[in-house]
C-alpha cells in the first residue's frame, strides 16, 4: 500500500457538499471551540462552549456590479464554461461507469483467469480460492444489509480524469487494461480531512459546488462562501485525480481573502491546498497563520499534523495531534494521530485509536474512512483477512468509496486472488488514475504475464507520466511519485533527480526510501544505504522499506543483513508487491545458495 501522505491518506467520502456556513469557532483570534462534547483518541470527553458566528453573507453586495459579478465567477468559479463541459463530459462517464458498475457486463474488462490464477505468494498463509472475490462481494451485502443505511448514488464523473488522460497519450485510444466498470493515496490527492465532518451536509460535492458558484454571483462578497468554494475545489481534484482544480482554488481563497483579510476559513483552506500540491512548508506556514486566528479550525490542525509527518518531524507532529486531539477531537484527528503512532512502529496504539474512532463513527462517510484506514494498517501488518473485514465494513458504508476499493483489490491480490485484484484496480484507475494504483496495477499484469499484459502494464506506466504532467501544471510538486514510479518503472536517471529534489525539500522515511532506491536502480549502492537504513530508523513497519533496504544491502556485501531484512518484510507482508516480494523471495534464494 503506498503510504498514507496527503497523496494517499484514505480520504473520507467527500462526495458530499461543503455546507456554505463556515467551520464553528470562526470569530478570531480567542474564538471558542465547538459546542458538541466529543470523545478524545485516548478516551477521555471533551465539552467545549458554544461557537462562533456565521459569516458576513453579503451585506455590502448592493455596491458590486452585474459585471463584476459576472466576471469573478467566470474567473475564479469557471461557472460559465468548466460546469457546462462538465456535464457533458460526466453524463457520459455516469453511463459507461454505471454499466460496467452495477450490471457487471462491460465488456471491455480484462478478466485475468486462467490456469494457475488464485495461487500467489504464501497462499497457503493467506488463504485464497477460487471463489475469493464472490466471497468478498457477500461479505459486503452482508454488512451492507446489517447497516441498513440508504444507499446513496454517487455522479459517476471520476472517469472524466481517466478520458483526459488517455485523449493526452493517444488522442482517446488508450484502454486501461479493460477497465471501464468504475474505479488514493488514496487515495487521493490529499487528503482525509480536507473537508472535515461538519463541512460536509447532503448530496453530491458537485452539485454543492455548482450551488456555490450560484450563491456567489448573487453574494459576491460572501468571503465565508468563497472559502468554502477553494476547499471544494481541493476535494474535487483529490475525488477526480484532476490537478487542474487547483488553480480554481487558489483563485477562490485568494479572493475570500481580499474580502476579509486573514480570515482562517481561507488560511485554512489555502493550507490544505498547499498540501494537496506537497508544499508542505506553505502548508505549515498558512496552517500557522489560521490557528493564529482561531486555535480551534479543524482543518488548520489536521493540516499541520499532516504537513510536519510530510515533511519527516515526527516528535513535532505527535506534540500537534496531541493538541489537536485536546482541541477538536473527532474523526479526522483521530486518524491522525493513529498515523503518527503507526510511524514510530506502534501498531498497538495506532489499532486501538482507530477502532474507537470507528465506533465513534456516525455518518457512513466516517464509517468508510476509519474502516479504509484500519484496512492499510492491517494489511501493512499482512493480515489481508482482517483487512478485507475491514475494507467490507467500509463498502457497506459507502459502495463507491475508492480507498477501500482500492485496499480491497491489494488484499485481494496479496492472498493471492490475483483476478479479483486485477478487476478491482481496473476499476479504480478508471476513476481516478492516480499514481499508486496505476503502478499497482501494471505490475500486476506484469505478474500476470498473459497475452497483452506487458502491453497493458506499459500503459498503465505511461499514464503515470500523464498524470504527473498534469499534475506540475495544476502547481502540484510530483517529484516523489515521478521517483517512486521511475525508479522500476521508467527513466532510472529522472526518478534519481527527483528524489534527490524531494529529499532537499523534506526528510521523511518516504524520501529517504524513495532516494535510497533511486540510488540503487542507478547502480550507486554505497551511497543508498544510510537512506534506507534512515528509512527504517523510526521503527515504521513497512515491508517495501525492508525490501528495499534488504536489496541494497546485499549489492554492498551485507549479506546477513540482507537476509535478516528481506526476511523481515516476507515476515510483515508477504504479498506486499508482486514484483517486489518475488524479487525478494529470489534474493533470500541466491544468499541461500551461496552460504
Keep these: 500500500m503506498p503510504p498514507r501522505t496527503t497523496d494517499s491518506t484514505p480520504g473520507r467520502r467527500d462526495g458530499r457538499p461543503p455546507s456554505p456556513a463556515p467551520e464553528a469557532g470562526t470569530g478570531g483570534p480567542g474564538s471558542e471551540p465547538p459546542s458538541r462534547p466529543a470523545a478524545r483518541s485516548d478516551g477521555a470527553t471533551e465539552g467545549t462552549p458554544a461557537a462562533g458566528a456565521t459569516p458576513d453573507t453579503g451585506s455590502d453586495t448592493a455596491s458590486d456590479t452585474a459585471a463584476e459579478t459576472a466576471a469573478e465567477t467566470k474567473t475564479v468559479t469557471g461557472a460559465t464554461s468548466d460546469t457546462a463541459a462538465e ?4 453524463t457520459t462517464a455516469e453511463t459507461k461507469t454505471d454499466t460496467g458498475t452495477d450490471t457487471g457486463t462491460d465488456t471491455d474488462t480484462e478478466t485475468g483467469t486462467g490456469a494457475g490464477e488464485g495461487r500467489g505468494p504464501d497462499a497457503g498463509r493467506a488463504g485464497a480460492g477460487r471463489d475469493a472475490g464472490a466471497d468478498d462481494d457477500r461479505r459486503v451485502a452482508v454488512l451492507r444489509r446489517a447497516a441498513d443505511r440508504g444507499r446513496r448514488r454517487r455522479a459517476a464523473h471520476l472517469a472524466g480524469c481517466a478520458a483526459l488522460l488517455a485523449v493526452a497519450l493517444t488522442g482517446g485510444a488508450v484502454a486501461f487494461g479493460g477497465a471501464g466498470e468504475q474505479g488514493p493515496r488514496v487515495a487521493a490527492v490529499s487528503a482525509a480531512g480536507a473537508l472535515s465532518p461538519g463541512d460536509l451536509a447532503r448530496g453530491e460535492l458537485d452539485s454543492a459546488v455548482t450551488s456555490l458558484q450560484r450563491h456567489l454571483r448573487a453574494q459576491p462578497r460572501d468571503f465565508g462562501s468563497w472559502a468554502t468554494l477553494g476547499v471544494a475545489y481541493v476535494e474535487q481534484a483529490r475525488l477526480k485525480g484532476d490537478p487542474s482544480r487547483y488553480p480554481q482554488a487558489e483563485r477562490a481563497l485568494r479572493r475570500s481573502l481580499s474580502l476579509r483579510p486573514g480570515n482562517d476559513q481561507a488560511l485554512a483552506g489555502r493550507a490544505a491546498l498547499a498540501a494537496a500540491r506537497h508544499d508542505f512548508p506553505g502548508a505549515l506556514a498558512d496552517a500557522d497563520r489560521a490557528l493564529e486566528q482561531n486555535p480551534y479550525n479543524e482543518r488548520a490542525l489536521c493540516t499541520r499534523v499532516d504537513a510536519l509527518v510530510e515533511l519527516g518531524r515526527y ?6 495531534a496531541r493538541t489537536a486531539d485536546d482541541r477538536r477531537p473527532g474523526v479526522p484527528v483521530f486518524t491522525r494521530y493513529a498515523y503518527v503512532h503507526e510511524l514510530r512502529g506502534d501498531v498497538r496504539t495506532a489499532r486501538d485509536v482507530l477502532r474507537r474512532a470507528l465506533d465513534a463513527a456516525s455518518s457512513p462517510a466516517d464509517v468508510a474512512y476509519v474502516a479504509t484506514a484500519l484496512g492499510q494498517l492491517e494489511w501493512n501488518q499482512g493480515d489481508y483477512e482482517a483487512a478485507l473485514g475491514h475494507y467490507a465494513r467500509a463498502l457497506a458504508a459507502d459502495d463507491a468509496y475508492l480507498p477501500a476499493l482500492e485496499g480491497r483489490a491489494r488484499a485481494q491480490a496479496a492472498r493471492g486472488d490475483r483476478a ?11 476513476r481516478s488514475p492516480l499514481p499508486g494504483p496505476l503502478v499497482a496495477l501494471g505490475e500486476l499484469y506484469e505478474a500476470r504475464g498473459g497475452d497483452g499484459d506487458r502491453a497493458r502494464a506499459r500503459d498503465q506506466y505511461a499514464l503515470v507520466d500523464a498524470w504527473t504532467s498534469l499534475a506540475r501544471a ?18 532510472r536517471e529522472a526518478a534519481l533527480r527527483a528524489a534527490r529534489a524531494e529529499w532537499d525539500r523534506r526528510r521523511s522515511v518516504h524520501t529517504a526510501d524513495a532516494l535510497a532506491w533511486a540510488l540503487h536502480v542507478n547502480g550507486r549502492d554505497e551511497e543508498a544505504l544510510p537512506y534506507a537504513r534512515r528509512a527504517t530508523a523510526t ?5 517495501a522499506f525492508l525490501h528495499h533496504r534488504g536489496i541494497i544491502e546485499r549489492a554492498t556485501g551485507n549479506e546477513r543483513a540482507a537476509r535478516e531484512h528481506l526476511t523481515a518484510a516476507l515476515d510483515l507482508n508477504p504479498g506486499f508487491s508482486p514484483l517486489g516480494a518475488r524479487e525478494a523471495r529470489a534474493a533470500l534464494d541466491d544468499l541461500e545458495g551461496t552460504r
Design 87 to 90: 456535464t457533458a463530459w460526466d
Design 315 to 320: 516528535d513535532d507532529a505527535a506534540g500537534a
Design 420 to 430: 479479483a485484484a486485477v478487476r478491482g484496480l481496473e476499476q479504480v484507475v478508471a
Design 474 to 491: 495544476g502547481g502540484v510538486n510530483a517529484d516523489l511519485d515521478t521517483a517512486l514510479a521511475a525508479a522500476d518503472h521508467g527513466d
Design 539 to 543: 521503527g515504521y513497519r513497512n515491508a
